[in-house]
């Protein structure tokens, strides 16, 4: 386990993503949108995470006003961390929330906006900035729902990450995290069969001595009782028909919503 002892790091000391992470997702910028690219995969995700993250805002954080409007999602604020080529911004904008994504590799950044200006409906939803997430702490930004999907596998300090992602969460408001298991199933899966038999995804994408275990997540997140674990769910794919799942197995793709219950006293 790489957790060790409590969430005590400075917010300014947080340089957490690896300069060679963003250039890796540098290079594949232009593919952010395209069904056969290097993130295809992600696409092909998208429809699951999207219904289970509008199915947890209704459910754990919606106001009052909200949820009443042809917009499900109207008068929300989300920032989507690591937003990429925006696949996850975009969607949610549809339904009426307020985005913001960010993201340190400006290429994608760059990509992202051009996509949204497809559709001009999302010129008033969607923003996008290049930045780092220590950056919106520093700011004292706090949105009601922080989402972080596929990132935290990436980074080189986890704990100091999840630390940052906590601080930007409003008081009862929520952090949805997606990341992939460190399970042998996820080596045999993810890596071994993704990365280096069938190829969907390019080789070293991933590091298995970087993935994270939901409990991994929860001896970070629960230790200050500011957050509580509402629920958690995995994703399977299909290989007969090329569909996802939702499971209650979290061996490989999983999803945590937490919800920020307190204030630290």
Known sequence: MWFVGKLC??????????????????????????????????????????AVIRAAIEKYSLPQSVGKTKLPLQGISIVDVGCGGGILC????????TVLGIDEAEDSIEIARKHAKLDP?????????????SELVSERKQFD???????????????????????????????????????????????????????????????????????EISFCLSNNNEMKLMSSVGFSFSLFDNSIHLTGNLGVNYLMVWKKVALKS
């Open 90 to 97: 975009e969607p949610l904008g549809r339904l009426g929330a």
């Open 145 to 215: 729902c922080v989402t972080c999907l596929e990132v935290v596998e990436h980074v080189e300090k986890p704990q100091q990450f999840l630390n940052l992602l906590e601080a930007i969460v409003r008081p009862q408001g929520l952090l949805i995290i997606s990341t992939i298991n460190r399970t042998v199933t996820s080596w045999l899966t993810a890596i071994c069969l993704a990365e280096n038999v069938l190829g969907w995804i390019p080789r070293g994408t991933h590091h298995w001595n970087k993935l994270v275990r939901p409990e």
């Open 121 to 133: 409906f999302l010129d008033s939803y969607v923003k996008y900035r290049c930045c780092s997430l």
């Open 9 to 50: 790091f400075p917010h300014k000391l947080a340089a957490v993503r690896h300069f060679s992470e963003v250039s890796k997702f540098n290079r594949h910028a232009k593919d952010w949108w395209s069904p056969t690219g290097p993130v295809a995969p992600l696409l092909r995700f998208n429809p699951a995470r999207i």
